[in-house]
């Protein structure tokens, strides 16, 4: 009985369940959990795990279910540091590109940003870093297309870095902090 006792107290303590830092769904505890990385290693990203990840993109919702995006995946190094800065060897980037819409009312950039979020968070629940950058995007849309065969008639919207970072970083001792609830959120 005390051996049960003891591996229940260390499974529990290592789950964070009697800290109180988990709520038992994985998917609210990878989001509250989260941040966005900034310091990666260059241990590549597997192909597995990319697939993962583009799988989830797709799954976002979209505007009548019109999926108007594509992703671009950029495993060439040179060709990342041409679009964001202290790239590091291993990341992956993944270019978000939306379709002009045809019908009035639908709002490709939010679509977009539905799939960046999906794949942001699947990252993060693979023990990824993730960061999503938007800066890039109009020297993208100017000068990288052909490069990185964005189709005619699409637009890069958003940029998803991916890498593997150090596990001795977290979002206590990384992340920028964050506004505390009362200050964004009211009720009527």
């Known amino acids: 009985m005390k051996a049960f006792i003891s591996v229940f107290l260390v499974l529990s303590l290592a789950t964070g369940m009697i ?3 988990t709520t038992g769904n994985s998917v609210i505890d990878v989001i509250l959990s989260g941040y966005t990385a900034r310091k990666f290693t260059s241990e590549p ?26 992703f671009t995946v950029v495993k060439d190094n040179a060709l ?4 964001i800065p202290n790239s590091t060897a ?11 819409p045809v019908q009035q009312g639908m709002n490709v950039d939010f679509d977009c940003a539905l799939a960046t979020e999906n794949m942001f968070v699947a990252a993060q629940s693979l023990g990824l870093g993730a960061h999503i950058y938007t800066g890039p995007v109009n020297n993208i849309n100017l000068t990288k297309k052909q490069a990185l065969g964005i189709p005619d008639g699409y637009r890069a ?15 206590v001792s990384s992340a920028s902090t964050r506004k505390k609830i009362e200050e964004v959120v009211n009720y009527k």
């Open 19 to 21: 800290s109180g830092q």
């Open 90 to 100: 291993g990341n992956i980037l993944i270019v978000v590109s939306g379709q002009e």
């Open 80 to 83: 990342i540091g041409e679009i």
């Open 157 to 171: 919207i958003s940029v998803l870095r991916i890498g593997n970072i150090d596990k001795n970083v977290d979002a």
């Open 45 to 70: 990203v597997s192909d597995s795990n990319i697939d993962l990840i583009l799988k989830c993109g797709l799954k976002a919702p979209s505007a009548r279910n019109s999926q108007l995006w594509k």
